[in-house]
């Protein structure tokens, strides 16, 4: 069974890092896409980043530069990598996982991506 389990949110000052984790089986790690993906309240979900079984990436374009995905298979854990927050990055941050080609390529980009957790809030005050 595929489960991601967020972790690492909570309050940060604008211009401050933080890092999220999402922790997967070896297996899901080795052959699925994974992905970020952002909702704040009263917005629409908001595909952050995804990386690919190798270990190509996709941003969002409000993300570029500032965010980075990684993964590290040994301690089975997708990264985001969160530098220069703003309040607009304020929102609840879901992992997902799925077996989708052309990984981050689609429209959303988390396209494919069937597999949730149930999301870390980030809060990023000005």
């Known amino acids: 069974r595929v489960q991601p389990v967020e972790s690492g949110g909570g309050s940060v000052q604008a211009g401050g890092s933080t890092r999220l984790s999402c922790a997967l089986s070896?297996?899901?790690?080795?052959?699925?896409?994974v992905g970020w993906v952002r909702q704040a309240p009263g917005k629409e979900r908001e595909g952050v980043a995804v990386v690919d079984t190798d270990l190509s990436t996709v941003y969002g374009e409000s993300v570029k530069g500032r965010f980075t995905i990684f993964k590290d298979t040994a301690k089975r854990v997708v990264y985001l990598q969160m530098n220069n927050l703003k309040p607009e990055d304020s929102a609840m941050y879901y992992c997902?996982?799925?077996?989708?080609?052309?990984?981050?390529?689609?429209?959303?980009?988390?396209?494919?991506?069937?597999?949730w957790g149930k999301g870390t809030l980030v809060t990023v005050s000005s």
């Open positions: 070896e297996s899901t790690l080795r052959s699925y896409c």
């Open positions: 997902a996982a799925g077996e989708v080609l052309s990984c981050g390529r689609w429209s959303p980009m988390y396209y494919g991506l069937d597999y």
